[in-house]
């Protein structure tokens, strides 16, 4: 066998190594996206779960919310405060999704039920209200144009 066979098998050998390599690191980069999205999955889930437990703990929280989604009219001061307070706990979550979602951080399933919850806040007159009054100044950008945008189709839905 002569130098030049001998280089060219070095040279097949090398280049099948390099595929492998980078097989293998695609499988890993895939993996890791995967395990990524599990993580953005599991957190979204535990603040609305979180957020699901504070108002069970607290059945007169939970009235409040109630109260406060129906209007802002009847609330004292300090059920506005704590209404207010909520509406912003959510929108955080909310905000927060939205943007996983943005960066493909989250599945599109996972988007979808994050969504319906926007839905549900968007839908009440007293979030809308503190929405108009509060919440869009305490948030900028894309996450604003979708709450008004869900605001919007949930006024126009009715």
């Not at 293998?24 to 993996?31: D, E, G, K, T, W």
């Not at 948030?139 to 126009?156: H, P, R, Y």
Request: proline share 1%; with cysteine; aromatic share 14%.
């Amino acid at each position: 066998m002569n130098w030049d066979a001998v280089g060219a098998i070095a040279e097949l050998l090398g280049a099948i190594g390099v595929i492998g390599s980078l097989i293998y690191v695609a499988s890993q980069v895939r993996a890791s996206t995967v395990a990524s999205k599990v993580e953005s999955k599991l957190r979204l889930t535990e603040n609305m779960v979180n957020f699901g437990d504070l108002l069970i703990g607290s059945p007169e929280l939970n009235e409040l919310m109630i109260d406060g989604r129906k209007g802002l009219g009847s609330l004292s001061k300090s059920e506005y405060l704590q209404f207010s307070n909520l509406a912003l706990k959510a929108c955080w979550y909310l905000s927060s999704g939205f943007f996983m979602y943005q960066q493909k951080s989250i599945y599109e399933d996972d988007w979808h039920e994050l969504r319906t919850i926007a839905i549900y806040w968007s839908k009440s007159k007293g979030f809308q209200e503190w929405w108009a009054k509060r919440g869009r100044f305490s948030f900028t950008g894309k996450f604003v144009e979708f709450m008004d945008q869900e605001i919007e189709l949930a006024n126009s839905s009715k």
